[in-house]
């Protein structure tokens, strides 16, 4: 259905790191009563800032998660049959959406791509943000309680899938925009959310990520969930290998699972994900061991002869 109706006391906090100033813009903007809408690429904490901020005021939160089956009724809720049937059309019998669950708790509603859903959704979006208010058919109005607020995420480099924001959106809501955090910020989200590896090879994969970011050939890069997957995938690839966490080849192999499905190429180019991953790869950890350094003599990633030689940290 693509509807989560929760309080920030359902789930476990997340810390909010490197986040200060955007943390203090959206307390602002909601405690004017604006509404507001984060833009900025994937894995930029959006959703974490959004729920640490609802947790720190104790405010519920409902999410909604925008995609293209996203219709109004969905949205705003509808009428049981069963109950109609038996009872007819009544306040009773109508079971609230999340537009409704927020409207009437004074909740936070958070739209996840919000690019990705319908016109037709959207214009209902509009109107309550005019408005404040709700038109139910059969219902009647449903008014927002005081606190309700509409906070929205887009992915302004996502073009797959997605439809063009309105003027009409952006003339009611106040927009923070989101970019990547700095090397530091990221190392200790990785540090924060992965297992505990060694810090000079961790830093190396938040740099290998960041790279991807810059690449020539890729349109756009990798988030730092990249980095969170490649050590944890890492950390247990290198365990069933017997090998420590900076083996080079248990490095590869896992920063080619983590990444290359991430980074998208750009349209001109003839290269493969892989390609860039590796090339990549090379350029912050160094070239492949000897294979005079195997024990094991297994192949590697690339198909050459050798085994798991550490190295690379």
């Not at 049959?81 to 004074?106: C, I």
């Not at 404040?132 to 073009?159: C, K, Q, S, T």
């Not at 990249?226 to 690839?237: E, K, P, Q």
Request: proline content about 6%.
């Amino acid at each position: 259905m693509g509807v989560d109706v929760a309080t920030p006391a359902a789930a476990t906090a997340v810390p909010v790191v490197g986040r200060t100033r955007e943390v203090e813009l959206l307390v602002a903007a909601l405690d004017a009563g604006a509404h507001v809408v984060l833009e900025g690429p994937p894995g930029t904490g959006k959703t974490t800032l959004l729920r640490a901020v609802a947790d720190e005021a104790r405010l519920p939160f409902v999410f909604v998660e925008g995609n293209a089956e996203l219709t109004p009724a969905r949205l705003v809720g509808h009428f049981d049959p069963a109950q109609v049937l038996e009872r007819g059309y009544s306040p009773e019998t109508f079971v609230d959406g999340a537009l409704a669950e927020a409207l009437r708790s004074g909740a936070l509603l958070y739209v996840e791509e919000i690019n990705r859903i319908p016109e037709e959704t959207l214009n209902v979006l509009i109107t309550v943000m005019s408005e404040g208010e709700l038109h139910v058919p059969r219902l009647g109005r449903i008014v927002a309680a005081p606190g309700f607020r509409l906070v929205a995420a887009m992915n302004p480099f996502d073009a797959v899938g997605t439809a063009r924001i309105s003027s009409a959106v952006y003339d009611r809501v106040c927009r923070i925009a989101m970019g990547y955090q700095s090397a530091g910020d990221e190392n200790a989200v990785v540090t924060l959310r992965g297992p505990e590896v060694d810090e000079q090879w961790r830093a190396k994969v938040v740099a290998l990520v960041r790279r991807t970011r810059e690449h020539p050939d890729v349109h756009v890069g990798s988030s730092v969930r990249g980095a969170i997957d490649m050590v944890r995938i890492t950390a247990a690839l290198a365990g069933r290998r017997g090998r420590d966490v900076t083996d080079w080849r248990s490095g590869l192999d896992s920063a080619l699972v983590a990444l290359s499905g991430r980074i998208r190429l750009v349209e001109s180019g003839t290269r493969t994900a892989e390609d860039v991953v590796r090339e990549l790869y090379r350029a912050e950890f160094g070239e492949e061991p000897s294979a005079d350094d195997d024990s094991d003599g297994a192949d590697s990633p690339d198909g050459s002869p050798g085994g798991g030689a550490p190295g690379g940290a």
